[in-house]
């Protein structure tokens, strides 16, 4: 009761959509008397039809009565559905994951299969269509810049978010390679050695002044800066020593055959001690 016009409004859209513009007028008749209880009056039927008349209307899917069952995601599935309007995509759009890398990978379920995106892609209609071609072999019709709008805001409203694992951010991947740099390549045997760019450990110092430095390694950050490059790892230079502080390390000097050297000393990495041997057969 008080919604009759607007039901049986969305039932003359549906039969437009089934029936074309030869019979759907005969069925809205017919389907009046067997949906509607009351069915509308002769009066209210023919208004309803000249209203249909007037243009090719879409669902009515935010008012009352059809407001209350209605599920977009289901709805663009089906034959005569808002899938089959030019304003709609034509794709069921699911759930939106963001993985927390630097920058951010975005994972958006797309007809039942994730599509990966930058944010720029999520936010750009045709460059969101040129990845669903590329790994769905998909092209989603285009949608008004406001809808599009409109839906990535829904998405990101109930967004998922999964932590990225430390060493898929360049920071994860900097302290990474700093152990590598600091422990897995030529080692300097002395502060003299330094000046060929090896890190140096002081482990059994000769030297009473080394003491104190048992515990720290020293590098220089020229080279590690190099070996990230080598590594494909570029980082602006004040976000790494920024990084490097976070992490303990602060600026030394050492004077190194006569010659000032700046360096970086930072705590030592836990020394690897554990004997390992390739098992054989028989340990399989």
Not at 264 to 272: M, T, V, Y
């Amino acid at each position: 009761e008080g919604s009759r016009n607007n039901g049986l409004f969305n039932i003359g859209v549906y039969l437009r959509k089934r029936y074309g513009d030869d019979f759907w007028e005969d069925k809205l008749d017919e389907y009046n008397s067997k949906f509607l209880d009351p069915p509308l009056g002769h009066k209210e039927v023919a208004s309803v039809i000249r209203s249909l008349r007037r243009k090719t209307y879409e669902f009515k899917c935010n008012d009352a009565p059809i407001n209350a069952c209605c599920s977009r995601q289901i709805c663009l599935t089906r034959k005569y559905g808002i899938g089959t309007s030019e304003g709609d995509s034509g794709v069921v759009f699911g759930n939106l994951v963001k993985i927390t890398t630097s920058p951010p990978i975005w994972i958006w379920d797309v007809d039942g299969e994730r599509i990966e995106l930058t944010t720029a892609e999520l936010k750009d209609q045709n460059r969101f269509q040129t990845r669903a071609v590329e790994e769905l072999n998909k092209w989603p019709a285009t949608i008004k810049p406001k809808a599009w709008k409109e839906l990535v805001a829904e998405k990101l409203a109930n967004v998922e978010i999964q932590e990225a694992p430390p060493d898929a951010r360049p920071e994860g991947q900097m302290l990474a390679l700093l152990e590598e740099f600091c422990t897995q390549r030529a080692q300097a045997r002395d502060r003299e050695e330094m000046s060929m760019g090896k890190p140096w450990t002081p482990r059994n110092p000769e030297e009473e002044a080394d003491k104190p430095l048992i515990g720290s390694t020293f590098f220089s950050a020229v080279k590690f800066k190099a070996f990230l490059e080598t590594n494909r790892v570029r980082i602006d230079e004040r976000q790494l020593w920024s990084w490097l502080r976070k992490h303990g390390a602060v600026p030394h000097f050492f004077n190194i055959k006569g010659k000032g050297t700046n360096v970086w000393r930072i705590p030592a990495f836990p020394e690897q001690n554990e004997d390992y041997s390739i098992p054989t057969l028989e340990d399989l």
